[in-house]
Structures are given as structure tokens and as C-alpha cells.
Antibody, heavy 121, light 106 residues
């Protein structure tokens, strides 16, 4: 069964870079879209961006200037870097997988368990 | 940017049918997914491509999408269906989530 697991620092200082890694087990990284999604405490879901086939990235326009997503197929991992963070970036960060069949995406499944990252000095 | 609008809350009595709507501009021209999220848990996909159920999702969950409104219908609602529900679509390769609807079963 496919599983995703987020890892990385749980506390980040304002103005620094939030860095998370998602480790994938149970298949191949190369044929899916790999996304980062976040959820501020008590609020809704916000898509951050995704990566496909190592170098095709798409980002949420509202975060594009601060986000980098990369993929390391040799390690079955993909990563998120969010630069110049503020308290507003405090959230549970999820990694998730999407796939495309016959030109249409199928939505996110599975999701990682999520990791709460707090931005505070 | 593209916006999906959901009601903040919906209430339903056990055994009755709950309907949660999601509206967006020309939404019927796009595919919609629905996710269920219970407190402290990751979201779970319950509907994809407007009306398809992933394996393991009970038949009481169904979806539709027409006239710019996608609807998640839960027939014979059970207490364990109490959760937050999010709709999601794609707009020019970017992913958009609705604001979420809290379903209360009482």
C-alpha cells in the first residue's frame, strides 16, 4: 500500500526558510503529480504546488514567489522550500499524490499524516 | 483567481440525506473531487471526477456537477459522517479547494 510521510523541522523562525521532505513508499515517483497542501489551524485547505517528472512544477500564484518544490527519485522523496516565512505560514503541511488518466486528474490519494510547522521566534 | 464557494455548515438528522454544495464559475466544465476530513486526521478522497467513488467509499456518498454547482450527497447519513467536507477542482493546472463545510449530524 502506498504511504507518504512528511518530515522536517516543526519550528521555523520568521524570515527563514521552511523545508519539508515527503518520503514515498510503495511504487514509483515518476508517473504521478506530487503536491504540497497546507492547513492553518482551524482553517481550510490550501494547495501550495506540485511537481511532475522531476522538473515540471506548478505553484499556487499566491505563493509562487516564495516556493520551490523538487523531486529526488533516487531517494523516493520530494521536498518543499518556503522562503521568508511569517506567522501566517503556520499550518499543518501535507504531502499528497495525484494521478492523471486519459488526460484527467483523479484527485489526491493518498495523503501523508501531516506535520504541524510553527513559525515563531 | 478561481474561487469555489461552499456553505460553512450543514446540519442533518441521522438517517436523512445531506447535501453539500460547491459553486464556481463554469464549474460544470471542470472535474470536481470531494474530501472528508475528521478532526486530527488527513483528508480522504470520497468522490473524484464529479461522481466516481474510490474503492472502499460507501455507496451512500454520491456526487454530481451541473449548472456551475457540484453537489455531494450523503444518503442515510450516519453519526460517523460528521466531518468537514472540501470540494476541489483544477483551474489552468492549479488546484483550488473550496472553503470547507462542517457537517453536523444531530
Amino acid at each position: 500500500q502506498v504511504q507518504l510521510q512528511e518530515s522536517g523541522p516543526r519550528l521555523v523562525k520568521p524570515s527563514e526558510t521552511l523545508s519539508l521532505t515527503c518520503t514515498f513508499s510503495g511504487g514509483s515517483l515518476s508517473t504521478y503529480y506530487w503536491s504540497w497542501i497546507r492547513q492553518p489551524p482551524g482553517k481550510g485547505l490550501e494547495w501550495i504546488g506540485d511537481i511532475f517528472k522531476s522538473d515540471i512544477t506548478t505553484y499556487n500564484p499566491s505563493l509562487k514567489s516564495r516556493v520551490t518544490i523538487s523531486l529526488d527519485t533516487s531517494k523516493n522523496q520530494f521536498s518543499l522550500n518556503l522562503h521568508s516565512v511569517t506567522a501566517a505560514d503556520t499550518a499543518v503541511y501535507y504531502c499528497a499524490r495525484d494521478e492523471e488518466q486519459l488526460g484527467h486528474k483523479r484527485g489526491f490519494d493518498p495523503w501523508g499524516q501531516g506535520t504541524l510547522v510553527t513559525v515563531s521566534s | 483567481s478561481y474561487v469555489l464557494t461552499q456553505p460553512p455548515s450543514v446540519s442533518v438528522s441521522p438517517g436523512h440525506t445531506a447535501s453539500i454544495t460547491c459553486s464556481g464559475d463554469e464549474l460544470d466544465h471542470k472535474y470536481v473531487c470531494w474530501y472528508q476530513q475528521k478532526p486530527g486526521q488527513s483528508p480522504v478522497k470520497i468522490i473524484y471526477q464529479d461522481s466516481k467513488r474510490p474503492s472502499g467509499i460507501p455507496e451512500r456518498f454520491s456526487g454530481s456537477n451541473s449548472r456551475n454547482i457540484a453537489t455531494l450527497t450523503i444518503s442515510g447519513t450516519q453519526a460517523l459522517d460528521e466531518a468537514d467536507y472540501y470540494c476541489q477542482t483544477w483551474d489552468s493546472s492549479t488546484v483550488v479547494f473550496g472553503g470547507g463545510t462542517k457537517l453536523t449530524v444531530l
